[in-house]
């Protein structure tokens, strides 16, 4: 994984940067990710919120109650609405954004090594080998399951 890496929007308005290799990649296939995608599962990674630097634009809020009742903020581009961050994670000073992998420029090499929401994977998704797959959210928090040393 050789980063910086750069990404942004599909139409342009929102470019960032991620300084550092990913503490953890997953994959969500929980209903409302499918549903938010309009596919059958969600690729982020978790980085510091030090990694991570709006570089042009304004990310937009849309905010959802999760079925625990917990309120989840999802940032999107106002102009062409492709999601780029999910909720923060972590608590400051120690805080975590979770970026779509797909919205990264060049996304090669970036393997998701956590599965979660199993439960609600559409039936034709092979879940790789040696990736830990959990059937709703992990019993641990997310960045207990990193693949890549912290920096
Ligand atoms: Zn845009
Ligand atoms: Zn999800």
Redo the contacts with the bound molecule.
Sequence with gaps: MTFPREGG??????RYAVARPPTVIFACHCTACQRRSGSAFVVSLIVPDRDFRLTRGRLKPQTRTADSGATLTHWF?A??G?AILGMERGTAPQLYQTVRVGTLDDSTGLRPAVHVWTRSAQDWVAIPQGSHAFPENPPRPLLNYGQAPAS
Excluded: F, Y
């Design positions: 929007c599909q139409c342009g308005a929102i581009c102009d062409c492709t």
